[in-house]
């Protein structure tokens, strides 16, 4: 396995929650650092969350709903998401930095590996 492997999506009600899961890509060390971003039809990918060196960090306009986490005995990293809305509907990526080195965990050129993405659709 080269690359993550996002799962979870799916379609649900504005209000209700959904958890992403994403497996690292095969490696003999464990990722630095794992991001979320979302991409819609038209626009950039845009950064949701991220854990690096221990700390979580979020997108302004998911922060309060939305929560990362990881498990490093699995390689998985994890994006609760709750309270959703319509405006969350995208692709979701999951995002791997290997090397050690800066801290642009909001920067997708930061990040080595991609998985191929996972649909989320919330309806009204």
């Known amino acids: 396995q080269v690359n993550p492997v996002e799962s979870g999506g799916g379609l649900v009600q504005a209000g209700g929650s959904l958890n992403l899961s994403c497996t690292e890509s095969?490696?003999?060390?464990?990722?630095?650092?794992m991001g979320w971003f979302r991409q819609t039809p038209g626009k950039e990918r845009a950064f949701v969350a991220a854990h690096s060196g221990g700390v979580a960090y979020y997108a302004d306009s998911v922060k309060g709903r939305f929560s990362i986490s990881r498990d490093h005995a699995k390689n998985m990293v994890f994006l609760q998401m709750n309270n959703l809305k319509p405006d969350d509907t995208a692709v979701y990526y999951c995002?791997?930095?290997?090397?050690?080195?800066?801290?642009?965990?909001?920067?997708?050129?930061?990040?080595?590996?991609w998985g191929q993405g996972t649909q989320v659709t919330v309806s009204s």
């Open positions: 095969k490696r003999l060390l464990s990722a630095h650092a």
């Open positions: 995002a791997e930095r290997r090397s050690y080195g800066g801290n642009m965990y909001d920067d997708e050129s930061w990040y080595d590996y």
